[in-house]
C-alpha cells in the first residue's frame, strides 16, 4: 500500500520557481519561433536533443490557439512588443 509519506520520500521538490520560470520562458520563446517560421519543431530538437518545451502539442497545431494569449501576455510584460505583434497578426490569420 502507498503512503503519502512514501510520495514525499520519492518525490524530488528541489525545482523551484526560477525554474520553473525558466523552463515556461524557454517553451514561449520555442513556440515564438515555430509560430513565426523561424525554426521548426524538428530543427528545435537537433539544437537541443534531449528534450524540448514546448506549450502546445506540435502535432496539433490547433492547440496553439488555446496558448496564444498567455504567450501575448507573456510578452507584453517582459516588454517585447514586436514579438506581441507578430502574434497578434499570427493569431488573427486562424481565426
Known sequence: MLFEDDIEDDYDFSSSVE??????????RNAFAVATG???????????PDMIFLPFDPSDPSTFKLVVDDMIKYFE???????CAKLIGIKGLNE
Do not use: G, P, Q
Request: no cysteine; glycine share 0%; hydrophobic share 30%.
Open 77 to 83: 510584460e517582459n516588454e517585447e512588443y514586436e514579438k
Open 38 to 48: 523561424k525554426m521548426t519543431v524538428a530543427e528545435l530538437l537537433s539544437k537541443s
Open 19 to 28: 525554474d520553473e520560470i525558466e523552463i515556461l520562458d524557454e517553451a514561449y
